[in-house]
């Protein structure tokens, strides 16, 4: 068992009945192939709770300062993160993305970049709609929906993946992809409010 394996199981077995997490749509998740999980961003905790429900190991960008704190840098690493600078463009961060993609793995982004304080949806940034476009992941879309609160449900929402074919036919731009799947997430989150 990897320590990745180990870690979600634990993880999931404290976190699962202390949020009362409910999730939905699970099975709309691929099995396999390239995925681009897509999430709105309400809590630090997000990425844990977007990764445990699904059945496949989830890799995420984390900002480079975490990779430099004694211990918790090592555990964040074999969580599957990798670093980027945040505020730039990150090449070697993109190019990380990229290729856990086209090796057929899934990558877990916050489209709107940091957390939303009021738990509405934020405008999402370009990154998203780069990876979709330069990619042939399947893009899912995920609603958390909170509060994080002891004993309190907490619902994550997994949606059908959005279709982009057409949408790269369209010759669309890198912020209108991300426009689009902002707009899936929060189709998600008006539906299961």
Not at 22 to 37: H, I, R, S
Not at 124 to 140: E, N, P, Y
Request: glycine letters at 8%.
């Amino acid at each position: 068992m990897t320590f990745y394996a180990f870690a979600r199981s634990v993880v999931k077995s404290i976190f699962k009945p202390w949020y009362r997490i409910e999730a939905l749509g699970v099975e709309n998740f691929p099995m396999d192939g390239g995925v681009l999980l897509c999430c709105n961003h309400i809590h630090n905790l997000d990425p844990i709770v977007a990764g445990i429900m699904v059945p496949r190991p989830v890799h995420y960008m984390a900002k480079e300062e975490l990779f430099s704190i004694p211990v918790l840098g090592n555990i964040v690493r074999k969580c599957n993160a990798f670093p980027v600078k945040r505020g730039l463009a990150d090449r070697d961060a993109l190019r990380t993305g990229l290729k856990i993609l086209k090796d057929g793995k899934v990558l877990g982004l916050f489209p709107e970049g940091h957390r939303s304080k009021t738990g509405e949806l934020g405008k999402g940034l370009a990154g998203a709609g780069f990876f979709a476009l330069r990619s042939d992941a399947l893009v899912v879309p995920c609603a958390i929906i909170g509060p994080y609160r002891s004993f309190k449900k907490l619902k994550v929402i997994y949606g059908q993946p959005i279709p982009m074919e057409e949408v790269k036919q369209t010759k669309a731009s890198a912020e209108q992809v991300t426009e689009l799947i902002m707009m899936e997430i929060h189709k998600l989150m008006k539906v299961h409010r």
